[in-house]
């Protein structure tokens, strides 16, 4: 199956993929294609049959910089079509996607005790629906949603162009990640097994 960011080459460093304008096309019905197929990509350039069998095809993650070669039937260009991966503006591509360094909690040192803009942060997670919480189900969901500029979230109120996740995406920041079993909050020290550091109980 393919994945974001798929791309097409004809063996000489010449990228053929969607861009937003294309995907927008696609996601309204407009076009009849997927916003990453490779053979969508090679329809809709106009190679067909074997002309398209001669295309190389290719996978870029533009957050962790992973490069994939699916496919070689041409001469290896993939040197060039990586380079142009790692140029490639993706607003371009997904307006509201953003590049930044992947953060992992376990990564980050914390001590043992919390300060108080941390349990701060944590009753306004607290404070967020759990209609909402239930929707994102784990903090890794709402860390994701911090690589994404979205102006207005549903099923909550909440200032426009601001995340309403991010009390949650702060303190993974510092390596705290919050759980709950419904009555007692917890706090966990991530580069430490997850071990319990704070507990509220409301």
């Known amino acids: 199956m393919c994945q974001f960011f798929s791309l097409r080459s004809d063996g000489a ?16 019905g407009e076009l009849n294609y ?4 490779h053979s969508s990509i090679a329809d809709y350039f106009g190679f067909k049959g074997k002309d398209e069998d001669m295309l190389n ?13 699916d496919r070689m ?14 140029n490639l503006d993706f607003k371009t591509i997904v307006p509201e996607l953003q590049i930044k360094e992947i953060i992992n909690p376990k990564n980050i040192q ?12 944590l009753m306004m ?10 929707s994102v189900r784990a903090s890794v969901g709402v860390y994701i949603s911090d690589f994404f500029t979205i102006g207005n979230w549903k099923y909550i109120d909440h200032e426009p162009g601001k995340n309403p996740f991010q009390p949650c995406i ?17 706090l966990h020290k991530m580069c430490d097994n997850a071990k319990v550091i704070y507990e509220w109980l409301k």
């Not at 997927?34 to 197929?37: A, G, I, K, M, V």
């Open 34 to 37: 997927e916003t990453d197929s």
């Open 170 to 186: 702060d303190l993974w920041m510092l390596g705290l990640v919050p759980s709950s079993d419904g009555k007692t909050w917890r």
């Open 57 to 69: 095809a290719y996978e870029y993650n533009p957050l962790t910089k992973e490069f994939r070669i």
């Open 125 to 134: 997670w607290d404070s967020v629906g759990a209609s909402v919480r239930a």
């Open 73 to 86: 039937p041409n001469k290896d260009d993939s040197a060039l079509i990586k380079e142009f991966c790692l």
């Open 13 to 28: 460093g010449k990228p053929y993929y969607f861009d937003y304008e294309i995907r927008k096309r696609i996601i309204s």
């Open 110 to 121: 914390h001590g043992d005790k919390v300060n108080d803009s941390e349990i701060a942060l």
